[in-house]
């Protein structure tokens, strides 16, 4: 029946999604695995991560940010025209700075975070100590933006579009469970605007771009593997910095899986 | 004091290795980060996982034994001359099978070993259910082979120095513990001759063609960068299958961190 089920979805899925649906569908992406959800998040949020684990995360995904730029970079390379690379341009700003503006940029605003936990910021520009793990989930959103469609590349980001809700209340609890913290959140404030900005313009992207719903479906794919990118940094902090064991979302379960 | 020493050691390194040096010094690298001290061929070898965890380990490693032709086809397309790719294509040969000498090559009795696990073959192969985290440890295997020097793409095959003792251990441990696996062995059988011949040629090449310290250096940072690809595929095993967490060796440590 189950089985059944599913070829009926299938056999509608030919339909092209309106925008509405297809934020809907990309927005049920992220209920079920943005890292929002993640354990080590929940731990943060109700202030239960020491000291040395918010180094750890604050270590950690200093790579992530450190790539961002490169990574929007590669999406700018493959830009079709001057009106989507000035958009797009935006991003690395965000994050590289820019002298004239007085805008000291996102990696930067990370460097201070990581110092208010009480890292080096010359230690952490190193990389010396990040997991291999966060390497290795990092580096595959680089094969992502590398390799496949840029409509694909474009949808990867499309973490944007939960990220505000997470980053507001993360400020909150930060502020108030790690009130030492405060100091370095300048990172997390900037993004509270650029985010929504990004989000709305790779959504119409995306929208504008798929012009089949095989397409459609190869962006909500897209999104479905950054999160799983943002989730696995996190499997790795909580694996080597505080405990137990479960498969993320959609992975392999060892019962019910034998049949 | 550490710190001179570090840069008296240093300074003795321009000194190119010998032949005997240089396998002493991987063969270092072998015993500080070879799998084969993780935990979870640990349990393996003490008759400690269960059958779905054995399921979740032949599932996964699948993904890895699937794109290692990948991997050496990539060096082959990297290879300076025919003998070169003469002998490398051996490997392409040793996975995928050859028809005619009715060789059914790696990844078809690594589908065997699967299968004698009780997973179906079909539902491996698809790929469902691999944790996301093994598949970006494995593709930074191709990002190793594409993006860094011949030199080093060669280098980071040299697992295989160490190979051969782990399987034998583990062909015994396994049909000692889990008898009903032991129709499922041939993979390792033959990796037990395979292995030796390819690592020989490789250290060979990686001695002949690292023609300063430097790139000796570079090849032995290959081989750890390796060891990680593999220590993480066991990591996230053990954390969605297993149990607690550790820091991979290498990796930052909370305590003694904030100096």
Redesign the interface.
Known sequence: MAVRSVEATRAEDTRLLTLDELRAQLRAVGEERYHHKHPFHLMMHEGRL????L??WA??RYYYQSIIPVKDSIILSRGPDPVFRRAWRKRVVDHDGDATNNNVGGIHRWLKLAEAT??RAEKVRSGE?????T???V??YL?IVRSRSLLEAVASSLTELFSRDLISLRMEKLRQHYPWLAGGLDYFEARLTQAPEDAKFALNFVHENAKTRAEQELAIQALR?KC??L??QL??L???????????P??????G??S
Request: aromatic share 14%; no cysteine; proline share 9%.
């Open positions: 020491s000291r040395g684990q180094q750890a270590l950690n009480g890292l100590g990040i997991l291999p793990a390497r290795f989930a580096n595959e094969n593997d799983d990118i989730w696995a499997d790795a909580y694996f080597a910095y505080v405990q137990p064991g479960w498969p993320p959609g992975a392999f379960r060892m019962n899986e034998e």
